[in-house]
């Protein structure tokens, strides 16, 4: 009787352990599919936010429509990029500014380079300055926007732009701040002092886009 008994007693402890393994397992593998289901639908959503957006125009009538065309960029990329880490906006307009003179330099209109980059790859399109050097030119984009994202991707990976990662990565938001880590594009020595009067006139005297 006793034997019978324990016989039992093992015979639903065992059905007890297989029941709730079963039991883990389904609930392990409805887990696992809700959470499939989820990461499908945040990377269709994504998709579906990128194709929505198209590259802007790039317009230059004046400062206020060339500070509204490189928001639009700004915008544009980090809407349709999915890594990027955005720089400081007041900083990078300024300088979008000094380095094409509002968008009309030579190399701003015929090369789309907003920023001055420079290659030294001259197997890579670009266009010679007028010293002509032999070692490097400057890069040429299809479109205004493709020198924005190189930009970013500069600022963001340069070793040149340790400190400027570190005071973002701190959280300062004064842009005047992050002048004095711009060394590597300062060629020449007023570079910062004309940085600077144009971030303060970026606040004084014109509408700054808004990013979304």
Known sequence: MIKTFKTVVYTLMTVFVIGTAIGIWY?????KQEKVELETQEIVETL?????VTR??????????????????????????????PVNFEILLAQAALESGWGNSRFSLEG??????????????HMLPSNNPKKWGVRVYQHECDSVQHYIDIINNGS???????????????????????GAYAAY???????????KKLREEYDIPQLN
């Open 112 to 125: 789309k380079n907003l920023f001055g980059i420079r290659t030294y790859d001259l197997r890579e399109p």
């Open 56 to 85: 802007p125009d790039f317009e230059r009538e004046n400062n206020q429509t060339f500070i509204n065309s490189v928001g639009a960029c700004v915008n544009y990329i980090y809407n349709t990029t999915t890594d990027v880490i």
């Open 160 to 182: 040149a732009y340790d400190k400027y990662r570190e005071l973002r990565d701190n959280d300062v938001e004064d842009s005047l701040q992050y002048v004095e880590t711009l």
């Open 27 to 31: 609930a392990y593998a409805d887990t």
């Open 48 to 52: 579906e936010k990128i194709i929505s």
């Open 189 to 199: 020595k007023k570079y910062f002092p004309k940085l600077r009067s144009i971030i």
